[in-house]
T-cell receptor
Framework: DQQVKQNSPSLSVQEGRISILNCDYT??????FLWYKKYPAEGPTFLIS?????DKNEDGRFTVFLNKSAKHLSLHIVPSQPGDSAVYFC?????????FGTGTSLTVIP | KAGVTQTPRYLIKTRGQQVTLSCSPI?????VSWYQQTPGQGLQFLFE???????NKGNFPGRFSGRQFSNSRSEMNVSTLELGDSALYLC?????????????FGPGTRLTVT
């Protein structure tokens, strides 16, 4: 049973515009939410995270929003750059265990 | 600091064989987790070790096992390989969860079962 879902397998965005990646989860016990970026032939790299007690966290061009009532997480990238083209995974944590979504492949078109 | 290293990077095995993959975490990280990545399935959690003890286990058959050594290095073993075990196996290390718990991943081991 997939506890974390990324319903969009792919997304294409023009360079300079906003990229919005979405993630839904089912378990209200998750206390930490993270986004990872993955390039081909490399392991995922940590991007940004948010605690369940917050609803927004910003780091440069990256902002993560958490809507606990809707059990929804989103990542905004503004402005998008060609180097942002990668697969993005959302992840949630309950205790010592992490749950990952299936990933969204982002393509930023120059 | 050196990152998480995994060996080997690529492996080809035949059905029925067994395989052992190795992971060296970032220095000072005592938690090591293993994941299986297949197309369309994302990262599926296998197990997590902390101080040589398995703390969590995902929903995988008993053919998948692991262990952690006193220096935090970890190995995972898959016995009686099946074609469906072909995947990218990722290892991740992290600090104790109280620090936020973001994980640092190695490049993975690409296992192909023929």
């Amino acid at each position: 049973d997939q506890q974390v879902k990324q319903n969009s397998p792919s997304l294409s965005v023009q360079e300079g515009r906003i990229s919005i990646l979405n993630c839904d989860y089912t378990n209200s016990m998750f206390d930490y939410f993270l986004w990872y970026k993955k390039y081909p032939a490399e392991g995922p790299t940590f991007l940004i995270s948010i605690s369940s007690i917050k609803d927004k966290n910003e780091d440069g061009r990256f902002t993560v929003f958490l809507n606990k009532s809707a059990k929804h997480l989103s990542l905004h990238i503004v402005p998008s750059q060609p180097g942002d083209s990668a697969v993005y995974f959302c992840a949630t944590r309950a205790g010592n265990q992490f749950y990952f979504g299936t990933g969204t492949s982002l393509t930023v078109i120059p | 600091k050196a990152g998480v290293t995994q060996t080997p990077r690529y492996l080809i095995k035949t059905r029925g064989q067994q395989v052992t993959l190795s992971c060296s975490p970032i220095s000072g990280h005592r938690s090591v987790s293993w994941y299986q990545q297949t197309p369309g399935q994302g990262l599926q959690f296998l197990f997590e070790y902390f101080s040589e003890t398995q703390r969590n286990k995902g929903n995988f058959p008993g053919r998948f096992s692991g262990r952690q050594f006193s220096n935090s290095r970890s190995e995972m073993n898959v016995s009686t390989l099946e074609l469906g075990d072909s995947a990218l196996y990722l290892c991740a290390s992290s600090l104790p969860t109280g620090s936020g718990g973001e994980q640092y991943f190695g490049p993975g081991t690409r296992l192909t079962v023929t």
